[in-house]
Nanobody
Framework: QVQLVESGGGSVQAGGSLRLSCATS????????MGWFRQAPGKEREEVAR?????RVADSAKGRFTISRDNAENTLYLQMNSLKPEDTAMYYC???????????????????WGQGTQVTVSS
């Protein structure tokens, strides 16, 4: 059974940093693209970053967030620096549906999601 468990969220002031972790089990972690998504109240879920071999970060987080993975530890990370109030959201990690075609272009291509970790940034 595949499981994804996020941790590392919290409350910080604007300009602060957090490091999110996503511990995984039950899958060949290195074979799958992994993504970080977030959803704020009243807003649609949006992709923050994705990684298979190389990471890609959404424009809204470029230069501030870094996605990485430790395949030996089966863990995904999101380092978030220079946090802004608009980064406030529930953050989720997700596993791509297949290991064949790289990273999916949308959230529909991810089939297993964690329970989320809350990030709150105050001004």
């Amino acid at each position: 059974q595949v499981q994804l468990v996020e941790s590392g969220g919290g409350s910080v002031q604007a300009g602060g940093s957090l490091r999110l972790s996503c511990a995984t089990s039950g899958l060949t972690f290195s074979a799958y693209c992994m993504g970080w998504f977030r959803q704020a109240p009243g807003k649609e879920r949006e992709e923050v970053a994705r990684i298979l071999t190389f990471g890609r970060v959404a424009d809204s987080a470029k230069g501030r967030f870094t996605i990485s993975r430790d395949n030996a530890e089966n863990t995904l990370y999101l380092q978030m620096n220079s946090l802004k109030p608009e980064d406030t959201a529930m953050y989720y990690c997700a596993k791509s549906r297949t290991s064949t075609y790289g990273c999916p272009p949308s959230s529909d291509g991810y089939d297993i999601w964690g329970q989320g970790t809350q990030v709150t940034v105050s001004s």
